[in-house]
């Protein structure tokens, strides 16, 4: 407990960190500019400037400390983190451009170097939700990055799961391939866990040669040309646009024609022309039409009657799960569909404030985006982030928010829940699927209280979407949803493709549907290609 004498002396302190007649040191940046500072505040956050500013190196003593690796905008987020643990003048600067995407990895840098730990936590995940809002960035955060660095990861991670959003050049933003100095583009031509067709790579290599403002443009694609697989590239591509590029040797493109040629007699029912993990089956899609939809889908399980893929896309800060069937009709037709639903159930928010009669099969998935610990009296104790030991709490009540990726709802842990040992597995933004729960009405605003659930995700990388509470942005009076939740023991990809199968007329007109049909194609089996399972064209 804080005493009296400790409030004051506290709150002087709070006052001191903002008076700028205090200042005492100012920090240049390279481009000149003077960012005023406390040496002792500056001091007490990190150790790196403690053991600059008070121990043997010159800046002991200086008035001014040259840091010749940031400019102003960085040095002045580095003080106000310092003083106020957080930058929200800084946050002004970030935008929906390559500069902004630029300008996060260089105060990530700044913040890892002078041991500022969580600044750099905070960093890492603005840089995170900034590429996944516009995925073209990523080249630019990878390209700033330092290798194997947080950032660095996470932006390559993203290029090579969403090569078909990320990698094309953005009018608006100024991001995408053009972002890439020349180490990064061989890097990310060497990177064989890159989701894309040879034919798509090709092409970004042609755009950023196009674009790009680098003396020796030539010399980079032929470079990175080396590691395109060519034989995973059509007969008619590979005399036609890859040849006229000059980018690869006759000699490499007379081998991949020769190969294709013995793949082609030695009759196999299916190779795959592209990258991607070699020990599990995959098909290619690049015909859909849509950025999010094509890309590499891995098979999840068969069907009665043909096969079933799938892969995940984080669009707009909300996750979505890409299903492809294949299945063979009985009139010797195959059909391929592919369809996509969120990954957290849809509208289930508004189906727990609505439906007064709980469906048993309603089992929904969400998120956790709060996770608090109340006592007795209603008051919330402390975020389940600082508390270190949870089993003295036993006694008081967990309270929580569930999101659907629009809108989120409070809950409470029933008594079995709050004594099991699982608990401890629940932070903020674990995905969570319900199987029991009650619901309770209070001054006409439902909450509910969960009675049994299974953790699905403890870490699946940030919040999903930007979900408001319910009761702040809907009216109790608007017309429920008809669509039927999908909720089944199976794993999620299935449940998908069985409730859609289920219903062969599903549309995709109403916004609000969980299931949305994307393409399908048929052709007939006489007809199947060559070197795949799906066509690449009439979808």
């Known amino acids: 407990m804080v005493s009296e004498v400790h409030k004051h002396v506290i709150q002087d302190l709070l006052e001191a960190l903002h008076d700028d007649e205090m200042t005492d040191i100012s920090l240049i940046g390279h481009d000149g500019v003077s960012i005023p500072a406390k040496k002792f505040v500056l001091a007490a956050r990190s150790k790196v400037l403690k053991r600059m500013l008070y121990g043997s190196f010159r800046e002991a003593t200086a008035t001014e400390i040259p ?68 995925p073209p960035l990523a080249c630019a955060v990878y390209d700033e990055a330092d290798l194997y660095t947080k950032v660095s990861a996470d932006s390559l991670m993203m290029i090579q799961c969403r090569p078909y959003v990320t990698l094309p050049p953005h009018c608006e933003s100024g991001g995408g391939i053009t972002c890439l100095s020349e180490s990064k583009l061989l890097l990310i031509y060497q990177n064989k866990d890159i989701k894309a067709g040879e034919l798509f790579l090709f092409e970004m290599l042609e755009q950023w040669k196009e674009l790009s403002e680098h003396p020796e443009a030539a010399r980079v694609v032929k470079e990175c040309a080396k590691d395109l697989i060519l034989d995973n ?171 659907d990726g629009e809108h989120y709802i409070t809950a409470t842990l029933g008594s079995q829940l709050r004594s099991s040992n699982r608990i401890k597995e629940l932070v903020p933004n674990t995905l969570i699927k319900v199987f029991g729960f009650e619901r309770d009405s209070s001054e006409g605003r439902v909450s509910i209280k969960l009675k049994k659930l299974s953790i699905i995700s403890q870490d699946p990388g940030h919040r999903f979407g930007n979900p408001a509470y319910f009761y702040d942005v809907c009216d109790d009076q608007e017309k429920e949803d008809e669509q039927a939740i999908v909720t089944t023991d199976a794993p999620v990809e299935t449940q998908i493709c069985q409730a859609l199968l289920r219903d062969r007329n599903a549309t995709a007109t109403d916004e609000t549907q969980t299931l949305l049909e994307l393409y399908s194609c048929q052709y007939p089996i006489n007809e199947k290609p060559i070197d795949s399972k799906i066509p690449n064209t009439g979808w």
């Open 67 to 134: 840091f010749h690796e940031y400019d102003g905008v960085i040095l002045e987020a580095i003080v106000e983190y310092c003083c106020r643990n957080e930058i929200p003048k800084f946050r002004l600067y970030i935008n929906r451009s390559e500069e902004s995407a630029r300008r996060l990895v260089q105060l990530f840098k700044a913040a890892d170097y002078l041991e500022l730990t969580e600044l750099a936590k905070m960093v890492a995940q603005m840089a995170h939700n900034l590429t996944s809002r516009f």
């Open 233 to 403: 590239i059509e007969p008619h591509h590979l005399l036609g646009t890859v040849t006229e590029s000059g980018f690869c040797s006759e000699r490499r493109i007379t081998e991949a024609i020769t190969k294709q040629a013995l793949r082609a007699s030695q009759d196999r029912i299916w190779s795959l022309p592209s990258r991607g993990r070699p020990e599990v089956e995959r098909i290619l899609v690049e015909g859909a039409g849509s950025k999010n939809t094509n890309g590499i889908y891995y098979r999840i399980g068969g069907l009665s009657n043909g096969d079933l893929y799938s892969k995940q896309e984080v669009a707009c800060g909300q996750q979505y799960v890409y299903t492809l069937s294949i299945s063979e009709n009985k009139d010797e037709v195959v059909e391929c569909r592919i369809f996509c639903s969120k990954l957290l159930t849809h509208c289930a928010v508004k189906t727990f404030v609505r439906t007064v009669t709980r469906d048993p099969s309603f089992q929904p998935i969400l998120q956790v985006v709060h996770l608090a610990w109340e006592n007795a009296d209603g008051g919330e104790i402390d975020s389940i982030l600082g508390v270190k030991n949870r089993s003295s709490k036993s006694n008081n009540t967990t309270r929580l928010l569930l999101s």
